[in-house]
């Protein structure tokens, strides 16, 4: 008796290892943050964890529809001014209320922090003014209509003025500035490794379905899958195409989640100087700069196979491109198709361009940033062989690649980017002229510029009305795409999470894995 007491008490605790488990849940993510400074970097990456600890005044949801955050709502009184109205029930980790000030701090500070490589400057120039109407009450008032002001500020994680004055970003990879209103505390995060965080008991909004999270950087693609079979993590993203397939199909152990991205997997094009560093002649010698001229650029777009990309490296897990964003987004054209593959209207525009027997050139890209990217990039080699250039290939690791397309050093690039959530924001900062004084420009690696498409774009960016906007924002973008190939579109991707049964994931457009939108699977 005793003994079958004994047993069945054993059972039982063993029974209890995996409920009391599910209060903490382990992700494997493709990469961590390259800070803890929420403002240090306009990445998705830094944003997705930035958003754990941290909050914007209005937040995007899994469509990157706004919701209230710190703001119960944020909206235009004036063409110039907008009113935000706190919640009261928001605090920081330390117990204490946001106020204007913190308001404030965090927009002045947002777009100026030493040495970021992606500055938030974009999201915060327009402002003038932060001032505070009454306790609950705030005006911001910009220098010009800005219509996407709300979307901007959805990017931006609001920091405290008392932690954050002073502090740099040192101060937050360290953990010291870490005070935020989010829905968990921050715990523990050194470069390369896990990030822990806690549930904040105190969060003024729905409380995680997990006490502790643990974000594990799993690079490579095949290792975070391996993860997950052997219940390592409970959750993993960025799926290669053929796992996900398997897992979708083994409901007995795993669930998924997937959701169209709004990222647009493009080549950047160095249309600007007249040497560029991988552009070269067949024989080496140092030569004009071919990409300046929008016949080579359409060639080179005509040259590309979108459909076999698609169906073959991404495994039917993408959808071909023609435009900046995926159909139905803002500011998208219906009519707007892919490049066709077209290799003999490709030779003639090279040939009529001057380049009949081509020229070299290297194709450069990350190797642990999207999926499939290197193969994507090898593919894209091979067709340009076959148009007659002479092509090479050079892939970097993530932060490598990012530091050096930051620095210019490329002459053709593979990236992604994401408009928020308008097109308009693909123009702003992809296409438009390079220009510090305006914060326009700031993600434009190719340097492409164009007087006439920069005044559309500055139109459409101060226009409050929705359709006209629509109207410009598809003006520019087909001059861009069509006319001028300023960038290369190839394709956008289909994010997908997967994760042991008994867990839950919100799919989103936006490719951010947050441990909030993780849950449980109902019994």
Same mark, same amino acid.
């Given at each position: 008796?005793i003994?079958?007491?004994?047993?069945?008490?054993?059972g039982?605790?063993l029974?209890?290892g995996?409920?009391?488990?599910?209060e903490?849940?382990?992700?494997?993510?493709?990469?961590?943050p390259?800070?803890l400074?929420? !403002?240090?970097?306009?990445?998705i990456t830094?944003i997705?964890?930035?958003?754990h600890v941290f909050?914007?005044?209005?937040?995007?949801?899994?469509?990157? *529809?706004l919701r209230?955050?710190?703001?119960?709502?944020?909206?235009? #009184?004036?063409?110039?001014?907008w009113?935000v109205?706190?919640?009261?029930?928001?605090?920081?980790h330390?117990g204490s209320? &946001?106020?204007?000030e +913190?308001?404030?701090?965090?927009?002045?500070r947002?777009g100026?922090?030493?040495?970021s490589?992606?500055?938030?400057?974009?999201a915060?120039?327009p402002i003038?003014a932060?001032?505070?109407v009454?306790?609950?009450?705030?005006?911001?008032?910009?220098?010009?209509?800005t219509p996407?002001?709300?979307n901007?500020?959805?990017?931006?994680?609001?920091?405290s003025?008392k @932690?954050?004055?002073?502090?740099?970003?040192?101060?937050?990879?360290?953990?010291?500035a870490?005070?935020?209103t989010?829905p968990f505390r921050h715990?523990?995060w050194?470069?390369g490794s896990p990030?822990?965080?806690?549930?904040?008991p105190a969060?003024?909004?729905?409380?995680?379905?997990?006490?502790r999270?643990?974000?594990?950087p799993i690079? *490579?693609t095949?290792?975070? #899958?391996a993860?997950?079979q052997?219940?390592? #993590?409970?959750?993993?993203e960025?799926?290669?195409?053929? !796992?996900?397939?398997?897992?979708?199909?083994e409901t007995?152990r795993y669930?998924?989640?997937?959701?169209?991205?709004n990222?647009?997997i493009?080549?950047?094009l +160095?249309?600007?100087?007249?040497?560029s560093p991988?552009?070269?002649?067949?024989?080496g010698?140092?030569?004009?700069?071919?990409?300046r001229d929008p016949?080579?650029?359409?060639?080179?777009?005509?040259?590309?196979n979108? +459909?076999?990309i698609?169906?073959?490296?991404?495994q039917?897990?993408?959808?071909?491109?023609?435009?900046l964003?995926?159909?139905?987004?803002?500011g998208?054209?219906?009519?707007?198709?892919?490049?066709?593959?077209d290799?003999?209207?490709?030779k003639?525009?090279?040939?009529?361009?001057?380049?009949?027997?081509?020229?070299?050139?290297?194709?450069?890209?990350?190797?642990?940033?999207y999926? =499939?990217?290197?193969? &994507? &990039?090898q593919?894209?080699?091979q067709?340009?062989?076959?148009l007659?250039?002479?092509t090479?290939?050079?892939t970097?690791?993530?932060s490598m690649w990012?530091?050096e397309?930051?620095?210019?050093?490329?002459?053709? =690039?593979l990236a992604?980017f994401?408009?928020?959530?308008?097109?308009?924001?693909?123009?702003?900062?992809?296409i @438009?002229?390079? =220009?510090?004084?305006?914060?326009?420009g700031?993600?434009?690696?190719?340097?492409?510029?164009?007087?006439e498409?920069?005044?559309?774009?500055?139109r459409a960016?101060t226009t409050?009305d929705?359709?006209?906007?629509?109207?410009?924002?598809?003006?520019?973008?087909r001059?861009?795409?069509?006319?001028?190939?300023?960038?290369?579109?190839?394709?956008?991707?289909? =994010?997908?999470?997967?994760?042991?049964r008994?867990?839950?994931y919100?799919?989103?457009t +936006?490719?951010?894995?947050?441990?909030?939108?993780?849950?449980?699977?109902?019994r």
């Amino acid at each position: 008796m005793i003994r079958t007491l004994r047993a069945a008490l054993l059972g039982t605790a063993l029974l209890a290892g995996p409920v009391a488990a599910q209060e903490n849940i382990r992700i494997g993510v493709e990469a961590g943050p390259t800070s803890l400074d929420p !403002h240090f970097a306009s990445l998705i990456t830094n944003i997705a964890f930035a958003r754990h600890v941290f909050q914007p005044l209005m937040e995007q949801d899994a469509t990157q *529809n706004l919701r209230p955050a710190i703001a119960l709502s944020l909206r235009a #009184v004036e063409e110039l001014v907008w009113e935000v109205k706190l919640d009261p029930a928001a605090r920081f980790h330390d117990g204490s209320p &946001v106020t204007a000030e +913190d308001i404030a701090f965090t927009i002045a500070r947002a777009g100026d922090v030493p040495n970021s490589p992606s500055s938030f400057r974009y999201a915060t120039r327009p402002i003038a003014a932060v001032e505070a109407v009454d306790a609950s009450t705030i005006r911001i008032r910009t220098n010009q209509p800005t219509p996407l002001l709300p979307n901007f500020l959805a990017l931006v994680m609001i920091v405290s003025k008392k @932690h954050g004055e002073g502090a740099s970003t040192a101060d937050y990879n360290a953990g010291r500035a870490m005070i935020g209103t989010g829905p968990f505390r921050h715990v523990s995060w050194q470069p390369g490794s896990p990030v822990v965080m806690e549930r904040n008991p105190a969060f003024a909004g729905a409380a995680p379905a997990f006490q502790r999270v643990e974000f594990r950087p799993i690079a *490579n693609t095949g290792a975070r #899958v391996a993860a997950l079979q052997a219940g390592d #993590v409970d959750m993993i993203e960025i799926v290669p195409p053929d !796992h996900f397939a398997r897992f979708k199909a083994e409901t007995a152990r795993y669930a998924t989640a997937e959701s169209p991205s709004n990222r647009l997997i493009f080549l950047t094009l +160095d249309s600007d100087r007249e040497d560029s560093p991988h552009i070269r002649g067949r024989d080496g010698a140092r030569i004009a700069n071919p990409l300046r001229d929008p016949r080579v650029r359409r060639a080179l777009s005509l040259a590309i196979n979108r +459909d076999a990309i698609v169906s073959r490296i991404m495994q039917g897990q993408a959808l071909a491109a023609g435009d900046l964003g995926p159909p139905g987004y803002f500011g998208t054209s219906p009519d707007l198709r892919p490049t066709p593959f077209d290799l003999d209207q490709a030779k003639r525009l090279l040939a009529e361009a001057g380049f009949p027997d081509g020229f070299a050139v290297q194709i450069n890209g990350p190797n642990d940033r999207y999926i =499939n990217d290197e193969q &994507v &990039v090898q593919a894209i080699a091979q067709m340009w062989t076959r148009l007659g250039l002479a092509t090479t290939v050079e892939t970097k690791t993530r932060s490598m690649w990012l530091s050096e397309a930051a620095q210019l050093r490329y002459s053709v =690039n593979l990236a992604g980017f994401s408009p928020n959530p308008e097109l308009l924001g693909m123009l702003e900062t992809q296409i @438009h002229s390079w =220009n510090t004084t305006l914060g326009l420009g700031t993600a434009n690696r190719g340097r492409f510029s164009n007087a006439e498409i920069d005044a559309i774009i500055q139109r459409a960016r101060t226009t409050i009305d929705d359709d006209q906007r629509r109207t410009l924002t598809q003006q520019a973008t087909r001059m861009a795409l069509v006319d001028q190939t300023a960038l290369i579109p190839l394709f956008f991707p289909v =994010n997908t999470w997967a994760m042991r049964r008994g867990f839950t994931y919100e799919a989103r457009t +936006d490719e951010m894995t947050l441990a909030f939108s993780a849950g449980r699977a109902a019994r």
